[in-house]
């Protein structure tokens, strides 16, 4: 999984601070899912940033097929729903 969460906020003029501060989540995890699109991200979190950017959490999330990952990706457990970078 992707995160759009960058993309659908330039779509809707919001930067950074504004969708923390909206949002109740950290700058420092909104910045790193911001840089990161990979980012593992929690559903209540992507829940949080869908409502306030007034989108369904789904418009939020790309599938990317396995072929098309990016080779320092590896899969989480299976309680998260998205991607770490391997570091």
Do not use: C, F
């Amino acid at each position: 999984m992707r995160l759009r969460v960058k993309e659908v906020a330039q779509e809707k003029a919001m930067g950074l601070a504004k969708l923390s501060r909206l949002s109740d989540i950290s700058y420092k995890t909104i910045q790193k899912i911001w840089r990161n699109p990979y980012h593992d991200a929690s559903l209540s979190t992507i829940n949080r940033i869908a409502r306030v950017l007034e989108v369904p959490a789904t418009a939020l999330l790309e599938d990317i097929p396995k072929t098309r990952y990016p080779k320092n990706i590896v899969t989480t457990s299976s309680r998260s729903i998205n991607l770490r970078i391997r570091t």
